[in-house]
């Protein structure tokens, strides 16, 4: 086993069970707590000229005022670190000192942060240093941490991409699977904290949930769940019911904190796991009005196949259409406590989402991600490349896979 970590379960964790456990399991109270919580109850409202804080029993409202406008930075194109044939679909990275760890559906990459490839381990199958679904990663002190969705296992590496051992563990019914689009996994109290989706339901939302999974057994809980889409069945294929769904847009960062809202108001909250403190942020923000190439947008000049454009074309009908977009579609937690906020603004062209896959040309060219400190003060707005999907940041660089004009992904990064 060499340098593996000894993992020992939080307090009062149990054997997974069949349903969700919203209790919080890891919060202590004491007369510490209590006090704390008087005070905060007692304190006044704080106010500056662009944000007010208010302080009611164990949350923080911060309110952010149209007036704010931070520090803007644009950057146009982004830095290759790592090209590879042998980058296949990446779907997570982690970072650690100055090494990217990325799981890619089969294969571990070690990479670090100038451009350096270290090593690449694994491979297609269900031996012990192999990956069926290599879907979250994480690091714990000095180990790499795989989550495979497909082998509900977890496979442990050193930092050099050595293998050291596997194990299994039950998924978190009916969490099955981890977020494509989450955050890492992240360590916390002898486990790691990700987030997960049900399989897709067609008669009420499908669910999901942050999942809290110990490394020394079968114990598995689900600390927190969301209702995200109503998906609907079109015959030729799924697809949301709602073109703009409320839906749980979640980020999980260190040391049990994590992040959340629906993205259709500029609202989200930031707690932790083991703690009753909330602070809950809102940004005055203008929406932008849906146009009619959103609702309805000729699609006759996009290669596609016959069978799939009639399926899109169903979509197009049927799908209910909002009146004006969401303001924000991502959340991330960076290790110094920020929150990076993907915005929606007047920069969104007037094209259905839906297309985007098969038309890159409608997206836009540039992304706004706007920075909140863990005060919860509006601190910066960043512009970024739409190609690059940012996966890790830190207060002067993100990183992320870059796609390149020919469709290949890259593993890359922007310093501003």
Same mark, same amino acid.
């Given at each position: 086993?060499?340098?593996?970590?000894?993992?020992?379960?939080?307090?009062?964790?149990?054997?997974?069970?069949?349903?969700?456990?919203?209790?919080?399991?890891?919060?202590?109270?004491?007369?510490?707590?209590?006090?704390?919580?008087?005070?905060?109850?007692?304190?006044?409202?704080?106010?500056?000229?662009?944000?007010?804080?208010?302080?009611?029993?164990?949350?923080?409202?911060?309110?952010?005022?149209?007036?704010?406008?931070?520090?803007?930075?644009?950057?146009?194109?982004?830095?290759?670190?790592?090209?590879?044939?042998?980058?296949?679909?990446?779907?997570?990275?982690?970072?650690?000192?100055?090494?990217?760890?990325?799981?890619?559906?089969?294969?571990?990459?070690?990479?670090?942060?100038?451009?350096?490839?270290?090593?690449?381990?694994?491979?297609?199958?269900?031996?012990?240093?192999?990956?069926?679904?290599?879907?979250?990663?994480?690091?714990?002190?000095?180990?790499?941490?795989?989550?495979?969705?497909?082998?509900?296992?977890?496979?442990?590496?050193?930092?050099?991409?050595?293998?050291?051992?596997?194990?299994?563990?039950?998924?978190?019914?009916?969490?099955?699977?981890?977020?494509?689009?989450?955050?890492?996994?992240?360590?916390?109290?002898?486990?790691?904290?990700?987030?997960?989706?049900?399989?897709?339901?067609?008669?009420?939302?499908?669910?999901?949930?942050?999942?809290?999974?110990?490394?020394?057994?079968?114990?598995?809980?689900?600390?927190?769940?969301?209702?995200?889409?109503?998906?609907? =069945?079109?015959?030729?294929? #799924?697809?949301?019911?709602?073109?703009? $769904?409320?839906?749980?847009? *979640?980020? &999980?960062?260190? +040391?049990?904190?994590?992040?959340?809202?629906?993205?259709?108001?500029?609202?989200?909250?930031?707690?932790?796991?083991?703690?009753?403190?909330?602070?809950?942020?809102?940004?005055?923000?203008?929406?932008?009005?849906?146009?009619?190439?959103?609702?309805?947008?000729?699609?006759?000049?996009?290669?596609?196949?016959?069978?799939?454009?009639?399926?899109?074309?169903?979509?197009?009908?049927?799908?209910?259409?909002?009146?004006?977009?969401?303001?924000?579609?991502?959340?991330?937690?960076?290790?110094?406590?920020?929150?990076?906020?993907?915005?929606?603004?007047?920069?969104?062209?007037?094209?259905?989402?839906?297309?985007?896959?098969?038309?890159?040309?409608?997206?836009?060219?540039?992304?706004?991600?706007?920075?909140? =400190?863990?005060?919860?003060? #509006?601190?910066?707005?960043?512009?970024? $490349?739409?190609?690059?999907? *940012?996966? &890790?940041?830190? +207060?002067?660089?993100?990183?992320?896979?870059?796609?390149?004009?020919?469709?290949?992904?890259?593993?890359?990064?922007?310093?501003?």
């Amino acid at each position: 086993m060499g340098n593996v970590p000894e993992f020992v379960p939080p307090h009062g964790v149990q054997p997974m069970i069949s349903r969700p456990i919203f209790p919080r399991p890891f919060r202590r109270p004491g007369l510490l707590l209590w006090l704390a919580a008087i005070a905060l109850a007692c304190s006044p409202t704080e106010s500056q000229e662009w944000m007010t804080r208010e302080r009611r029993g164990d949350t923080t409202f911060v309110t952010v005022t149209r007036a704010a406008e931070p520090t803007a930075v644009r950057r146009d194109s982004f830095e290759i670190l790592w090209q590879s044939d042998s980058l296949e679909n990446p779907l997570s990275m982690a970072r650690a000192g100055n090494r990217l760890f990325i799981a890619d559906r089969v294969r571990l990459h070690v990479v670090s942060v100038t451009g350096t490839h270290i090593a690449t381990a694994g491979g297609d199958g269900e031996g012990p240093a192999e990956f069926r679904n290599a879907m979250a990663i994480g690091v714990h002190h000095d180990t790499v941490i795989v989550i495979d969705s497909r082998l509900h296992r977890f496979s442990l590496h050193d930092r050099d991409g050595r293998f050291l051992d596997s194990r299994r563990t039950p998924p978190a019914t009916p969490f099955v699977n981890p977020m494509r689009d989450g955050d890492a996994l992240h360590p916390f109290e002898g486990g790691v904290l990700y987030l997960a989706i049900e399989n897709v339901h067609t008669d009420r939302p499908t669910r999901s949930a942050m999942v809290w999974r110990g490394l020394s057994g079968d114990t598995t809980q689900i600390l927190r769940e969301w209702d995200a889409v109503l998906w609907k =069945d079109m015959e030729a294929l #799924l697809a949301p019911a709602s073109l703009f $769904p409320p839906r749980a847009i *979640v980020a &999980v960062g260190r +040391e049990g904190r994590y992040a959340h809202g629906d993205g259709l108001e500029y609202c989200f909250s930031v707690e932790k796991a083991d703690a009753p403190q909330v602070i809950r942020i809102c940004r005055a923000w203008q929406r932008v009005a849906v146009g009619p190439h959103t609702r309805n947008p000729p699609i006759g000049d996009i290669e596609m196949e016959p069978n799939f454009r009639q399926a899109i074309e169903q979509v197009l009908r049927e799908q209910e259409v909002e009146g004006e977009w969401p303001s924000y579609d991502r959340l991330l937690l960076a290790p110094d406590g920020a929150v990076w906020v993907r915005t929606i603004g007047p920069e969104q062209p007037d094209a259905n989402p839906l297309l985007y896959s098969q038309a890159p040309h409608l997206r836009p060219t540039h992304r706004v991600w706007e920075v909140f =400190d863990a005060s919860g003060a #509006l601190r910066s707005s960043v512009m970024l $490349p739409t190609t690059l999907d *940012v996966r &890790v940041v830190a +207060e002067h660089v993100a990183f992320g896979f870059g796609e390149l004009d020919t469709g290949e992904k890259v593993i890359a990064r922007v310093a501003f």
